[in-house]
Antibody, heavy 116, light 108 residues
């Protein structure tokens, strides 16, 4: 069965960095676009970024462009999100999800808290 | 950016009754619309895509309709496990998808 497991979240100070990982299993990872979606506490869902199956096509939400970098390692069935220059408004649960248009499988999420 | 607006924000319905949730797009998204269900402490789950196609394993009591700018999610006979937050999401506007703000379905 399809499984997505995020890790790497935690407490970080404003201006700091974190790298999130998403380990995929149960499907041919290299065949699929992958996405990061976030949800601030008590709020709705916000698309963050996605990456094509080969990694050649990448898009970011304006709110994170220039600060976040998405990448993948198809040999390791893993998706990553490098987050730099973090701000308080980046505090959220970060989910990885399969595909970019209809998000058919989601991980359980990892919480990122940006606070001094 | 396409803005998705859901109504109502909160819907109170009794178990066994029908629930109707609405989603409006600020411009046409054709049938490129999905619905998700999210329970407390859990990740969202895909219910409907293509405005009306149920995802794998989704019960037949969930149905979607609409096209263009107006969409509806109907739950025909509410079960206890259906009380959750529901989000609509458009994927017509490559490359940026957008979500509605959610409708909380609560027990009356």
């Amino acid at each position: 069965q399809v499984q997505l497991v995020e890790s790497g979240g935690g407490l970080v100070k404003p201006g700091g960095s974190l790298r999130l990982s998403c380990a995929a299993s149960g499907f041919t990872f290299s065949d699929y676009y992958m996405s990061w979606i976030r949800q601030a506490p008590g709020k709705g869902l916000e698309w963050v970024s996605y990456i094509s199956s080969s990694g050649s096509t990448i898009y970011y939400a304006d709110s994170v462009k220039g600060r976040f970098t998405i990448s993948r390692d198809n040999a390791k069935n893993s998706l990553y999100l490098q987050m730099n220059s973090l701000r308080a408004e980046d505090t959220a649960v970060y989910y990885c999800a399969r595909r970019w248009e209809l998000l058919d499988y989601w991980g359980q999420g990892t919480l990122v808290t940006v606070s001094s | 950016e396409i803005v998705m607006t859901q109504s109502p924000a909160t819907l109170s319905v009794s178990p066994g009754e029908r629930a109707t949730l609405s989603c409006r797009a600020s411009q046409s998204v054709s049938s490129n619309l999905a619905w998700y269900q999210q329970k407390p402490g859990q990740a969202p789950r895909l219910l409907i895509y293509g405005a009306s196609t149920r995802a794998t394993g989704i019960p037949a009591r969930f149905s979607g309709s609409g096209s263009g700018t107006e969409f509806t999610l109907t739950i025909s006979s509410l079960q206890s496990e259906d009380f959750a937050v529901y989000y609509c999401q458009q994927y017509n506007n490559w490359p940026r998808i957008t979500f509605g703000q959610g409708t909380r379905l609560e027990i009356k």
